[in-house]
């Protein structure tokens, strides 16, 4: 797959505001944020996009994502009111940087549908 910036990031290569790490998850501030809190929460392994998950193999990963989403949410204390998290997926979805990340986002309220 081409190197994304997120590899870089992960490798330290290039500054991010890392606000959690483990032996298998980054998570970092988005650059650009579109709300209060706003953090992406990565995997260390590259993996393309939510398509290209196989559960058998990657399921410990996503299980790992969604407790640091949680944990994060707590620790930036959006838990209680609420907050959204998002998988952009290809190109109708968004998705802008070809590498798996989930958006943690809070600290205002939420619009739906988005858009
Ligand atoms: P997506 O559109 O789902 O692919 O989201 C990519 C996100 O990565 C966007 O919200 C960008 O603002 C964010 N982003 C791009 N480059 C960086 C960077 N160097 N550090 C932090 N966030 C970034």
Same mark, same amino acid.
């Given at each position: !797959?081409? #190197?994304?910036?997120?590899? %870089?990031?992960?490798?330290?290569?290039?500054?991010?505001?890392?606000?959690?790490?483990? #032996?298998? =998850?980054?998570?970092?501030?988005?650059? $650009?944020?579109?709300?209060?809190?706003?953090?992406?929460?990565?995997?260390?392994? #590259?993996?393309?996009?939510?398509?290209?998950?196989? !559960? %058998?193999?990657?399921? +410990?990963?996503?299980?790992?994502?969604?407790? =640091?989403?949680? %944990?994060?949410? %707590?620790?930036?204390?959006?838990?209680?009111?609420? +907050?959204?998290? =998002?998988? $952009?997926?290809?190109?109708?979805?968004?998705? #802008? =940087?070809? +590498?798996?990340?989930?958006?943690?986002?809070?600290?205002?309220?939420?619009?739906?549908?988005?858009?």
């Amino acid at each position: !797959m081409g #190197e994304t910036i997120f590899s %870089k990031i992960i490798r330290k290569e290039i500054p991010a505001d890392i606000v959690f790490e483990s #032996e298998n =998850v980054l998570a970092f501030k988005d650059i $650009n944020p579109q709300a209060p809190v706003h953090i992406l929460i990565i995997p260390k392994i #590259e993996i393309r996009r939510i398509s290209d998950l196989d !559960m %058998k193999k990657h399921g +410990y990963l996503l299980t790992e994502i969604f407790d =640091v989403a949680n %944990k994060l949410a %707590k620790d930036f204390q959006i838990s209680e009111e609420g +907050y959204r998290l =998002v998988f $952009n997926c290809g190109s109708n979805g968004g998705q #802008e =940087v070809e +590498y798996l990340h989930l958006h943690l986002l809070g600290g205002r309220q939420m619009k739906w549908p988005p858009g």
